[in-house]
């Protein structure tokens, strides 16, 4: 399976200037049918903690329309308002045939930015079946937990696709952490990150593919553009039965 990272530059607060945005970059990259896109955190407003705001009931119908008309796998950054009442910061997936194929709500809030006060905190990770490749979406500050991540790859996660608001001043840190834990899981990491500025923060895009051993084979600059590499299933599931430190995962350590 072919996977993209899309980084955008957002316009702040403006769903309608995002989507237009974003139409034209997956336009422009021209994926081939079931590929894999993953856009970045909050794709539609940037990194807004006007929940209220950011939480659009048409998001879904766009991201299925987007989803469909491309003929692709898509996961889609949207602020979704819960049945509780709170809204979620979400990476919503989307088959090529239009559907909503999942749902990821973001498990660790930023709270220095005070996120855990717009919305509300997922439940945990989620892995999903695509074309046979069983795909775990994470976004941004959740890089910083590796029990996270390392739940998802005992539920089957092979793959796991990121989408980031991560600023500037801590560019490097990110790169170093999604090496660690496409390491330490064995995994693929698809990685989109948004660049350009919004009200208090710069971004630097560096979106970026990474291997399971820590390899990047794509990365963007600081421009909005696209990150883009074929993932071989069959020769990481290979890697992993030949080399597979994760046998040796210790659940007690984990609660398990």
């Known amino acids: ?10 316009v702040w607060e403006d769903h309608d200037a995002n989507r ?19 856009l970045p955190e909050l794709c ?25 008309s491309a003929k692709i796998w898509l996961q889609c950054g949207i602020a979704r308002r819960q049945p509780h009442g709170g809204v979620a910061n979400t990476a919503t997936l989307f088959s090529p045939e239009g559907r909503e194929h999942g749902c990821y709500c973001k ?21 999903f079946e695509c074309d046979d490749v069983r795909i775990a979406p ?7 937990f590796p029990e996270l991540w390392r739940h998802a790859m005992l539920d089957g996660a092979e793959i796991f696709t990121l989408g ?65 590499h074929d993932i071989d299933i069959k020769a990481l599931r290979a890697f992993r039965e030949s080399s597979n430190a994760l046998s040796d995962t210790q659940r007690h350590f984990l609660g398990l």
């Open 107 to 127: 498990t660790f809030l930023f709270t220095p930015a005070g996120e855990h006060h717009s919305y509300s905190p997922g439940n945990g990770p989620c892995v």
């Open 44 to 68: 539609e407003t940037g990194f807004s903690m006007n929940s209220t705001l950011a939480a659009r009931d048409d998001s879904i119908a766009w991201g299925s329309h987007l989803a469909q």
């Open 164 to 228: 980031a608001c991560w600023p500037c001043a801590r560019l490097a840190q990110k790169h170093a952490l999604i090496a660690a834990r496409a390491i330490e899981n064995q995994s693929w990491i698809v990685a989109a990150n948004r660049t350009g500025s919004e009200p208090t923060t710069n971004y630097c895009g560096g979106s970026t593919i990474v291997d399971s051993t820590g390899i990047v084979h794509a990365l963007c600059g600081v421009d909005p553009g696209s990150a883009s």
């Open 1 to 10: 399976m072919r996977f993209h990272a899309i980084q955008t530059s957002p």
């Open 20 to 38: 237009a945005l974003i139409a034209r970059a997956i336009e422009a990259l021209a994926p081939a049918p079931r590929d894999f896109v993953v």
């Open 138 to 144: 994470m976004i941004c500050y959740d890089l910083r």
